[in-house]
């Protein structure tokens, strides 16, 4: 915006408030979103409460802790110095990658990780009224990556991971090769 001579003056002349009101509100729903999903998950579970409290105290504790030490990097290799310190004082970034492994690495139940949940509701709407029984209808085309998703489909492990937008969920078998109620059903 600050191209345009003309608009870069009139965002300049906002006072700072307002400014400061209008971020306020903007992030307060961008919070708000991640915090949605949550509710999938099985919050009273002290699993669950463990990864969310140790990933958020994490995202306040680190940033803090590597702008006051900001020596404490030396990898030899200031390019790399200067990612990682941006990786660590990034908040939204910490508590995000830290909650992604500690929920991929610590043993859950599906339903205190609410992909039992999670899968009931996305199935269930993806019936659409031209009787459509795919969930990949139009109501899941926002999820498709422009031009990247047929290739996407073509890759067979991409049909495994929940957020692709080529996930399948019948290829989701349990993993014992037994004769249980589990391995004939689905996610």
Not at 79 to 98: C, E, K, Q, R
Not at 111 to 140: L, M
Request: aromatic residues 10%.
């Amino acid at each position: 915006m600050g191209v345009i001579g003309k608009v870069g003056a009139a965002l300049a002349a906002i006072p700072l408030p307002i400014q400061g009101g209008v971020l306020t509100i903007g992030l307060s729903f961008v919070v708000s979103v991640g915090i949605s999903n949550v509710t999938y998950i099985d919050i009273r579970s002290a699993r669950n409460m463990s990864i969310l409290g140790f990933s958020l105290m994490c995202g306040f504790v680190v940033p803090e802790w590597a702008k006051q030490n900001t020596d404490a990097i030396k990898t030899g290799v200031d390019g790399l110095d200067a990612v990682i310190t941006v990786f660590l004082t990034t908040p939204m970034f910490l508590s995000g990658a830290l909650g992604f492994f500690l929920d991929n690495t610590i043993p859950g139940t599906k339903a205190e990780r609410g992909i039992g949940k999670w899968h009931e509701e996305v199935f269930a709407n993806a019936q659409n009224p031209e009787g459509y029984d795919d969930p990949k209808t139009k109501e899941y085309e926002v999820y498709s990556i422009p031009y990247i998703t047929p290739y996407l489909e073509k890759i067979p492990c991409c049909s495994n991971i929940p957020f692709m937008p080529s996930f399948d969920s019948e290829r989701i078998k349990c993993r014992n090769k037994c004769k249980c109620r589990r391995s004939k059903m689905v996610v």
